[in-house]
């Protein structure tokens, strides 16, 4: 997908996407499930597009669930997903090289775009994968799996004997204060 900037309002421009009415972002949607976080339902992404000539900056939110498998229990899960971003994009100057365009982007936290149009697949698919949890977890209580049966603690206890083991700190009890 393609955004011409030419053909932006001065000022504000707002614009809606979805997986299920936009095919380039279910390629998106097809490179989730290739990283192994398959989609559960439509992708969208509302974006604002400020032109400020020369610069634009896009400000936009992601909202999508995949099925995740949880770090603690092994459980499979659906998780909901929403992520803001924001993005300063700048027309770049032909006659400087790509290797200068890089190092300003990285000190400045601006990206550059050449030409007439600014392709939106790649920076959808940057700001999905960076909205992916690190770790995920079906809840925040999650108790996990016991180390020695491997029965999933959330469904109740295992039975297991739990050994107290002996700490250093263990001699701290003892003093009186």
């Known amino acids: 997908m393609k955004l011409k900037p030419s053909l932006l309002e001065p000022g504000e421009n707002h614009f809606s996407y979805s997986s299920a009415n936009d095919k380039w972002l279910g390629q998106i949607a097809d490179r989730l499930s290739a990283q192994g976080h398959p989609a559960k339902g439509p992708l969208k992404a509302r974006m604002k597009v400020t032109k400020l000539e020369p610069d634009y900056v896009f400000a ?3 909202e999508y669930s995949v099925e995740c ?5 092994a459980e499979q899960f659906v998780l909901p997903i929403s992520h803001r971003f924001e993005l300063a994009f700048a027309r770049a100057n032909k006659a400087v090289s790509a290797q200068d365009f890089q190092e300003q982007s990285d000190q400045l936290d601006i990206e550059w775009f050449v030409g007439d149009d ?3 697949l790649p920076l959808f698919e940057e700001q999905f994968m960076l909205s992916l949890p690190y770790k ?3 809840r925040a209580t999650c108790k996990g799996i016991c180390q020695q049966c ?3 603690l959330n469904e109740g206890d295992c039975g297991c004997a739990t050994a107290a083991k002996d700490s ?4 701290i009890e003892t003093l009186k204060v």
């Open 60 to 62: 936009g939110e992601l």
């Open 69 to 73: 498998t949880c770090d603690r229990c």
């Open 118 to 120: 600014i392709d939106l």
């Open 136 to 138: 995920t977890l079906c």
């Open 150 to 152: 491997g029965k999933n």
């Open 168 to 171: 250093p700190f263990k001699i």
